[in-house]
């Protein structure tokens, strides 16, 4: 029997600046994810939902993702990402989460909104455009660990 993995931490600071990032870039993603309406998410809510992805994410894999601002690259990272596509990210050790996010492949949220796409459509989107994502250098150095088994 497998030990089950720990869930990571977020430092304060850093899950105060990526849920504030999240309900103002990202106005009603999370909440509409989580169904809350009529109100912004909470920064307990957020952190619950990258727990939860976490624990059930059916793809892991590692990677070094490009950074926008420079052209450069972040430090290796564990990407996780489940049935929803949201997506979190931690250290190499897995004990600190950086980011936690959902993804819309360079859409908006209200037009990659996917009602009534099956979680196995999701899955395959999601693999299709890492692929894209390694060609293009957008993310390097990926070591695929759960997940990808059909490719």
């Known amino acids: 029997m497998q030990p089950t993995p720990q869930t990571p ?7 105060r600046r990526h849920h504030r990032k999240r309900t103002t870039k990202d106005a009603g993603c ?5 169904g809350v309406t009529g109100r912004t998410i909470t920064e307990a ?17 590692e990677g070094e993702g490009g950074k926008a601002s420079d052209h450069g ?3 290796p990272a564990v ?6 596509l949201v997506v979190v990210i931690t250290d190499l050790a897995r004990l600190r989460f950086t980011t936690c996010y959902h993804e819309h492949f360079d859409q908006s ?3 990659s909104t996917s009602a009534g796409v099956s979680s196995g459509q999701r899955r395959l ?3 299709d455009q890492l692929k894209n994502d390694e060609r293009g250098k957008m993310i390097i150095k990926v070591r695929r660990i759960r997940g990808f088994s059909d490719e």
């Open 9 to 15: 931490l977020w430092d304060v600071a850093s899950l």
């Open 30 to 34: 999370f909440e509409e994810l989580l």
């Open 45 to 61: 809510e957020y952190e619950q939902r990258s727990r939860d992805a976490f624990a059930n994410a059916w793809a892991e894999f």
């Open 73 to 75: 690259y972040y430090e």
């Open 79 to 84: 990407y996780f990402v489940d049935d929803e």
């Open 109 to 111: 949220h209200s037009r």
């Open 125 to 127: 989107r999601f693999r």
